[in-house]
């Protein structure tokens, strides 16, 4: 019988695994799908490749893992007649792709995703890869001291933080960043510094460079020391681990538990993605 049992196989020793012996066009086996899930919190981001799959096979998988979000305010493209799968697209005459930085998707919602699970549908001949760093790891590795300190943190984290301080090639001008800081003015949450993951009850680090603004009480500048650190420090190469997609590859990962950096190294070529994301049910206490 087809998808009862799976083989996992670590990528790193910090994050990620690829998942074989299934094939995603077809309904998954209670027991595969537990297996799978429990693969998504321990390892952060699973892998699967050569997967010949549907819009409508999927959003069926997706769906498996928990109600899809619809994010009203986004501007990505969607296939026809499926609105809840964007089209992270970046064409030829572009030099800025999407999701550019080290991040963790929508951070600055009150309920941030679950996850998203992104498929690949064209991909240039060489480059755009992403990256993968375990927020799991870079807690850990804390001293016991700065673990104190920001288990007693909050973080505020707002999305038009993504408009400061970016580089020439994502450069946008000055009215599009006021047209930008005015819509989505409102587009702030503030969640634990180091929360426990909902499902594994591991604890995280859970703030980000794109979209964490500064600690709840605290200003912008008494914050940026201590936020650079942790940065910098989630970003060692030990806690990463870099995903060379094909044609038909898909990643699945934990949005509570890894940050993700699409990297920009293919002008002139295309790249299409579609991307599903799963609604969070937010932090353990």
């Known amino acids: ?55 409508a096979q999927h959003l069926a998988f997706s769906e498996r893992f928990g109600e899809v979000e619809f994010d009203d305010t986004s501007t990505l493209g969607n296939p026809d007649g499926y609105p809840m799968i964007g089209e992270v697209r970046k064409e030829p005459e572009s030099t800025r792709n999407i999701g550019g930085n080290w991040h963790s998707d929508h951070s600055f919602d009150p309920l941030p995703p679950l996850g998203a699970v992104l498929l690949a549908r064209e991909l240039p001949e060489y480059g755009g890869d992403t990256l993968f760093a375990s927020m799991y790891a870079a807690y850990d590795a804390l001293s016991d001291g700065l673990k104190k300190t920001l288990d007693s943190l909050r973080a505020v984290h707002a999305k038009t933080r993504a408009y400061v301080g970016l580089t020439p090639e994502r450069a946008i001008s000055a009215g599009e960043k006021a047209q930008l800081s005015q819509d989505f003015a409102t587009r702030e949450a503030v969640h634990p510094v180091a929360p426990r993951h909902p499902e594994s009850g591991r604890k995280v680090l859970f703030v980000n460079p794109t979209y964490t603004v500064r600690f709840d009480g605290w200003t912008e500048k008494e914050s940026a020391p201590l936020l650079d650190y942790l940065f910098r420090h989630a970003a060692r190469p030990e806690f990463t681990y870099r995903f060379q997609w094909r044609e038909g590859s898909i990643a699945f990962w934990d949005n509570r538990s890894v940050w993700h950096y699409a990297l920009n190294d293919y002008h002139g070529s295309r790249r299409l993605m579609h991307r599903i994301c799963i609604k969070g049910t937010g932090f353990a206490q």
């Not at 321990?42 to 997967?51: A, L, M, N, S, T």
């Open 1 to 55: 019988m087809k998808n009862t049992t799976i083989d996992i196989r670590p990528v790193s020793m910090s994050t990620g695994a690829e998942i074989h012996g299934v094939d995603l066009a077809e309904p998954l086996h209670d027991r595969a799908y537990r297996d799978i899930r429990n693969a998504l919190n321990e390892h952060g981001v699973i892998f699967f490749r050569d997967q010949k799959l549907t819009p």
